[in-house]
């Protein structure tokens, strides 16, 4: 079996990890909208009572493509195959949220 090196590819689980604490709030803190919020930019639709549209999930795709493609390009470095996979249900849930939005 041939040992598989970290490579490029590799990169891919690191940006679905860094997606993934850019999306969602833990414990109260959402990595994303400090950010945002930092950089003057909204991060919901109606800012006053933070409702509406949560834009952070939008900018999310900015980290889960690349890593898709990475992964998919680069496909014989380690962690690409986990790093694919998990970019590609991230997407999948991200989807389905955003399509089942109210």
Do not use: Q, R
Request: charged share 10%; proline share 2%.
């Amino acid at each position: 079996m041939k040992d598989k090196k970290i490579g490029i590819g590799s990169l891919s689980l690191l940006l679905v990890i860094i997606a993934f604490f850019w999306a969602f709030e833990i414990m109260g803190f959402c990595l994303g909208d400090s950010i945002l919020a930092t950089l003057n930019i909204p991060t919901w639709s109606n800012s006053a009572n933070a409702s509406g549209t949560h834009y952070t999930i939008f900018y999310t795709f900015i980290f889960l493509i690349p890593a898709l493609v990475l992964a998919i390009k680069y496909k014989e470095d380690l962690f690409a195959k986990v790093g694919k996979w998990l970019s590609v249900g991230f997407i999948a849930l991200l989807l389905l949220g955003m399509l089942f939005m109210v």
